[in-house]
């Protein structure tokens, strides 16, 4: 179907028969919104590709996703409430603190964990054609939005777009842990992510290239029950760009040293442990000024394609 350009915007600003749903615009495209959609109980959505992506995300944040089935995946293929319940252990994860007007505060935009601690709002949109879904956590208190969404791109693979915008008059300086988790390496069926969990783990090796900062997350062999030699030739890649990046960390190990307002250190090599990729990285952000970065993964990456990346 093809819409004019009139037509379409006259139909994104147009709301409809709900007090907490509408059409909106976002940067010129359209959007379906959900206000307040965390108060609804925790519900399933798909984003669709034109190519062989696929995804399933709550909208309490869990996600699993992969490229054409569930053996090439890139966060674990699970039943729709296992997905709801990993909402905190997998996928977007952002721990944010502020400094305002001489003040220190620590913000986890989307989780449960600072949730009586500031007035703030979440939405949830998702464009027109269906392959894009963004969240955003409005904080009133400390006059700032962060967004993250998820779409994807055939050449490069999966795309998690996030913006910090300061709303208030002062400015803001932001010292961030912001990434993915629970990032699988490239070779796991299905029944070994369901059922060997645990032994999956044991072979995950988690490597950061220093000079281009491309997280590799691959497996140490395949897992086989045979005395022979099994080699892993491709891996899982994330990178990133938006953004000066102080540090990178390659497991979810010190997110509460973050948290705790203890030192982190970066992390090159990570063995056994879930994989994951977050930028340390500090912004100041003047009156009504915002930042955006991307976090891009991609499947079945040989050594070539990590040369070429």
């Known amino acids: 179907m093809t819409l004019d350009y009139k037509t379409e915007t006259a139909m994104a600003t147009e709301p409809i028969d709900s007090k907490n749903e509408s059409h909106v615009l976002i940067d010129g495209e359209s959007y379906w919104k959900i206000s307040d959609f965390n108060n609804m109980r925790p519900f399933l959505m798909t984003v669709v590709s034109a190519t062989d992506h696929w995804m399933f995300i709550s909208s309490n944040g869990g996600i ?12 674990p293929y699970y039943t729709d409430d296992m997905i709801m319940d990993m909402a905190e252990i997998t996928g977007s994860k952002t721990i944010l603190k502020v400094e305002r007007n001489g003040e220190n ?79 699988l390496p490239y070779g796991l069926n299905s029944d070994l992510q369901s059922q060997r969990s645990t032994l999956v783990d044991a072979y995950k090796k988690n490597e950061l290239d220093r000079k281009s900062g491309i997280g590799i997350f691959s497996l140490s062999s395949m897992i086989v029950d045979k005395a022979e030699p099994s080699e892993t030739l491709s891996a899982t890649t994330v990178w990133s760009t938006g953004v000066d990046v102080q540090q990178v960390l390659l497991s979810a190990l010190q997110l509460m040293d973050f948290r705790f307002d203890r030192s982190i250190v970066a992390e090159f090599d990570v063995r056994a442990e879930k994989g994951a990729y977050f930028l340390n990285s500090s912004i100041t952000l003047g009156a009504g000024q915002d930042k955006t970065w991307y976090i891009v993964a991609e499947l079945n990456q040989a050594h070539k394609d990590i040369v070429n990346l």
């Open 105 to 183: 505060y620590v913000w986890e935009p989307f989780s449960e964990r600072y949730g009586t601690k500031f007035q703030y709002s979440r939405n949830l949109y998702k464009n027109r054609t269906g392959n894009k879904v963004l969240f955003e956590e409005v904080n009133e208190d400390l006059k700032l939005v962060f967004r993250y969404a998820w779409t994807f791109s055939d050449k490069y693979g999966f795309v998690r777009e996030a913006s910090a915008i300061n709303t208030g008059e002062q400015e803001v300086r932001i010292e961030m842990l912001d990434g993915i988790q629970n990032i």
């Open 64 to 75: 699993s996703a992969g490229r054409k089935n569930p053996d090439s995946a890139l966060f």
